[in-house]
């Protein structure tokens, strides 16, 4: 009963590169959210997705980032023309309903933009 | 405006000895949950523990309890016996109605650094 699994776990792009991170939910969720940890800070809510449909992406930056949850497959957090201030760990958390009380979250990513 | 604030960037505490970590909250919903995470230095985030508002008994998972005042606003984290494993950053988060309704966001604070000395 694997949990929710991110990879990579860690990424090293170089600036103006793209930066795609993924995240498979839990068997039986299909709601999943992700969240920005930047250093010595707390996470921070990017976006909230369900299968094929952004739900709020409130806190996501208007532009070079992205995310997507298709109907087959795992949800994709893209990040194009990396800049520094990019790097951070990137979390993404799953739940079986739009509850946040079955939160389980993956590893993270750890993004090191050079 | 901060929603959860968290006043202490790093605490210490003897082995053995118990361990308090504070956390109050801001929201205007009746309804609301509110958790404390662990992160340790491997960086995952680990679910410590869980107290809804309606609740009517403070939470306790094992060694965690959560220390519950809601006309304060407050949802402390009360550690006993604590142990070197214990190190880590902890968070607290409250959940909340996202844009379209239900709870869908959690928002965390900035954490607070723990480290027990043997």
């Known amino acids: 009963n694997a949990g929710v699994m991110q990879n990579p776990r860690h990424l090293v792009r170089r600036r103006g590169q793209e930066a795609r991170l993924r995240c498979s939910p839990m068997?039986?969720?299909?709601?999943v959210y992700w969240y920005r940890q930047l250093p010595e800070e707390g996470l921070k809510f990017m976006v909230y997705?369900?299968?094929?449909?952004?739900?709020?992406e409130s806190g996501m930056p208007k532009e070079r980032f992205s995310a997507e949850f298709p109907k087959e497959g795992p949800s994709i957090l893209r990040i194009q023309q990396v800049v520094r201030g990019d790097s951070a760990a990137y979390f993404c958390?799953?739940?079986?309903?739009?509850?946040?009380?079955?939160?389980?979250f993956g590893s993270g990513t750890r993004l090191t933009v050079v | 405006a901060q929603k959860i604030t968290q006043t202490q960037p790093g605490m210490f505490v003897q082995e053995k000895e118990a361990v308090t970590l504070d956390c109050t909250y801001d929201?205007?919903?009746?309804?609301?949950?509110l958790f404390w995470y662990k992160q340790p230095s491997s960086g995952e985030m680990i679910f410590l523990i869980y107290?809804?508002?309606?609740?009517?008994q403070n939470a306790t998972e094992g060694r965690y309890s959560l220390n519950f005042q809601k006309a304060r606003k407050s949802a402390n984290l009360v550690i006993s016996a604590s142990q070197l494993g214990d190190s880590a950053m902890y968070f607290c988060?409250?959940?909340?109605?996202?844009?379209?309704?239900?709870?869908?966001?959690?928002?965390f604070g900035i954490g607070t650094k723990l480290q027990v000395i043997p």
């Open positions: 107290q809804g508002s309606y609740d009517q």
């Open positions: 929201t205007s919903d009746p309804s609301y949950g």
């Open positions: 988060a409250m959940r909340e109605r996202g844009r379209s309704g239900g709870y869908q966001k959690v928002t």
């Open positions: 958390a799953s739940s079986p309903t739009g509850a946040a009380d079955g939160y389980t």
């Open positions: 068997k039986g969720h299909s709601h």
């Open positions: 997705l369900q299968k094929e449909n952004i739900i709020d």
